[in-house]
């Protein structure tokens, strides 16, 4: 499908400004594009600064400066658009590529600046010296050998884009193929980076939920080694007084042994003196 651009001037009094017609009618005080898209085409936004350098060899930018000035980018549309004349048959690359690498654009000193990539082949030296640019990249720019690195990752990204583009100026099967198999692997990547934030939304969500069970369970340690040091008080109050009555009752056992015994010795005295006085009285009956 193609992407186009259409103005109009906006209704609101306090804008008086050209503006674009979106779905939703919204109101932009500078021009913006309405591109109709389908899945797996990627549309380069409006910047407010000139993009930085980059491995992927574009045009020189280009200002838009009329009102008619609009944006055609070929997104799967009929071959037959472009079956009008020669003239049109010989965009077909131009449309091709910026279907499969939309071109940049950037506001600076109130111009919308655009630029396309080059439809230019490439030659063996350029080829070269990409690869001589990529490495100086990688060692200029710090990119990490191993491990996940964004900026590795934006310069093989790069990279690949601008072999889409070498590729499909020869052979548009084959970089259409390409432009499919970058699609695949950033859709793959995002499913990645989806997968990882959910396992560790999942993670977060567990671990504060085991921080919540391990409070949880602090709370009840501290509750029962409370509970158990009471219990032990008052373990250790019923035994003192356990001890205190064992001793008193002890005690007053061996108080009433003893006084037992002092009676068992006073009676046994008692009877020795009545025995006594009863033989004596006994013995003199018999004298007389």
């Known amino acids: 499908m193609a992407l186009y651009g259409r103005y109009s001037e906006c209704s609101d009094l306090c804008c008086g400004q050209e503006r674009m017609v979106l779905p939703s009618n919204s109101c932009y005080p500078f021009r913006f594009y309405q591109y109709r898209t389908m899945p797996g085409v990627t549309v380069a936004l409006i910047e407010s600064a000139a993009p930085p350098e980059s491995l992927v060899k574009y045009e020189a930018p280009e200002a838009v400066k009329t009102k008619t000035h609009k944006l055609l ?10 079956a009008g004349s020669g003239q049109l048959r010989g965009l077909q690359t131009t449309s091709l590529l910026n279907t499969l690498l939309p071109p940049r654009q950037w506001t600076q000193d109130g111009h919308l600046w655009i630029q396309s990539v080059s439809s230019s082949p490439a030659t063996r030296a350029e080829v070269q010296d990409l690869l001589q640019r990529f490495t100086e990249e990688l060692q200029i720019r710090q990119a990490r050998p191993v491990g996940i690195c964004p900026i590795r990752r934006e310069l093989y990204s790069q990279c690949f884009d601008e072999l889409i583009r070498q590729v499909a100026i020869t052979c548009a099967e084959q970089g259409h193929l390409l432009h499919r198999i970058r699609d695949e692997l950033r859709m793959t990547l995002r499913s990645y980076e989806t997968m990882y934030e959910s396992s560790v939304g999942f993670g977060l969500r567990r671990s504060l939920h085991g921080e919540q069970g391990r409070q ?11 509970m158990q040091t009471a219990l032990q008080q008052q373990v250790e109050e019923w035994q003192a007084r356990c001890n205190a009555t064992e001793k008193q009752q002890e005690e007053e056992r061996t108080a009433a042994a003893q006084k037992h015994q002092e009676e068992v010795d006073f009676l046994e005295e008692q009877v020795k003196q009545l025995q006594k006085q009863l033989d004596d009285v006994l013995a003199n009956s018999q004298k007389k």
């Open 73 to 82: 980018f070929q997104a799967g549309a009929d071959q037959n658009l472009w």
């Open 216 to 226: 949880d369970a602090a709370a009840q340690l501290q509750q029962a080694d409370a």
